[in-house]
């Protein structure tokens, strides 16, 4: 039976965010991001440094179009996403460090209500936690 998540700092809607996406801030961690545009475009959130110690959730609420992608990338720099494929283990991903790097649920693998947790570890890692749907580092 899966954890119960409670998001104290509630849940964003992103209806029409596409393209370079959103640089997210400490303010909105511990939030629940859902990407939810209906369009056939890619949904891109950037991470802030690892060493902030943030943690975010992703979910994807819409999946129409044959390319639509839910990006999870890191910023400029030396930070990672480390974790593995799928909630099952399935195989190692470890991201190259630096921007327009990071992980990603496609068209191809993603329906509606995959999503991840990211959480920092305070130096230059996020780790993947709560995975549903397939994964890929690119």
């Known amino acids: 039976e899966p954890a119960l ?23 909105t961690s511990g939030q629940l991001h859902v990407a939810a545009a209906s369009a056939d475009n890619t949904t891109v959130y950037i991470l802030p440094a690892a060493s902030t110690k943030a943690s975010y959730c992703f979910s994807i609420g819409d999946i129409t179009g044959a390319v639509r992608e839910l990006l999870i990338e890191t910023p400029a720099g030396s930070d990672l996403v480390v974790g593995t494929t799928t909630a099952a283990g399935g195989t190692g991903i470890a991201t190259t460090a630096g921007a327009s790097h990071g992980i990603k649920n496609t068209r191809a693998t993603g329906i509606r209500g995959n999503g991840v947790c990211v959480y920092a570890d305070g130096t230059n890692t996020w780790y993947m936690q709560g995975i549903a749907g397939t994964w890929a580092a690119y």
């Open 5 to 27: 998540m409670i998001f104290e700092k509630g849940v964003t809607l992103n209806s029409t965010l596409t393209g370079t996406g959103a640089t997210l801030t400490t303010a």
